[in-house]
């Protein structure tokens, strides 16, 4: 399975973006799809999670609740990530994430900034 992330760029404090990733190859065995960020001289960290297939389970980190929004589109397939009141803490590169039994993958980071 490939990942290509995409969506990222310069939004004001308390607006709004949206990333997606688009994802190649079967994920039939794909159990777990996620986002993660990273901001610059820290450590990755989980944003959300959403299981496949089914109506999907979801995860947020404390800090994103409320504010984010995660969902997919097996069809497609497609992951993506609704983000609003953003807040300059928020600024990161920000990674698709799946997961199998026995793989993992990851997309390429697409830059969120957020500052005014």
């Known amino acids: 399975v490939q990942l290509q992330a995409s969506g990222g760029g310069l939004v004001q404090p308390g607006g709004s973006l949206g990333l997606s990733c688009a994802a190649s190859?079967?994920?039939?065995?794909?159990?777990?799809m996620g986002w993660y960020r990273q901001a610059p001289g820290k450590q990755r960290e989980l944003v959300a999670t959403?299981?496949?297939?089914?109506?999907?389970?979801?995860v947020y980190a404390d800090s994103v609740k409320g504010r984010f929004t995660i969902s997919r589109d097996n069809a497609k397939p497609m992951l993506y990530l609704r983000m609003s009141s953003l807040k300059p803490e928020d600024t990161a590169g920000y990674y698709c994430?799946?997961?199998?039994?026995?793989?993992?993958?990851w997309g390429q980071g697409t830059l969120v900034t957020v500052s005014s």
């Open positions: 190859g079967s994920i039939a065995a794909i159990t777990v």
């Open positions: 959403l299981t496949s297939p089914g109506p999907g389970h979801t």
């Open positions: 994430h799946f997961r199998s039994c026995s793989r993992t993958y």
